[in-house]
């Protein structure tokens, strides 16, 4: 079962369950879309893999089921590919 953490990795934005904003790769490492494709290019900054829009569950599941609260947060790995991400925009 999806553990639907509840903020970004790189920058600690809200991502409640039921937020359509939310992207996540195969190992769940959690991000909004606003950086999934923006500094991220669409590529996890912890495995590589591709990260791509997260299951909503049914809120009706939520009260048996409910989000994990526990938060990551690891700015630092996203700032590292800031630079690259800018690099490849510039024509």
């Known amino acids: ?7 970004c990795e790189c920058c600690d ?8 904003d939310a992207r996540i790769c195969s190992f769940e490492c959690t991000f909004c879309a606003a950086c999934a ?3 991220l ?3 996890c900054p912890n ?3 591709e ?3 997260r299951p909503r569950r049914p809120a009706l599941k939520l009260a048996a089921n409910p ?3 526990q938060r990551v947060f690891k700015p630092a790995g996203c700032a590292k590919l ?3 991400a800018a690099v490849q925009a510039v024509p």
Do not use: F, R
């Open 47 to 49: 495995c590589g893999g």
């Open 13 to 20: 934005k809200d991502l409640p369950a039921a937020s359509a």
């Open 82 to 84: 800031a630079p690259a």
């Open 1 to 7: 079962m999806l553990l639907l953490k509840p903020g």
């Open 51 to 53: 990260l791509l829009p």
């Open 67 to 69: 989000a994990s609260t």
């Open 37 to 39: 494709e923006g500094v």
């Open 41 to 43: 290019a669409g590529a």
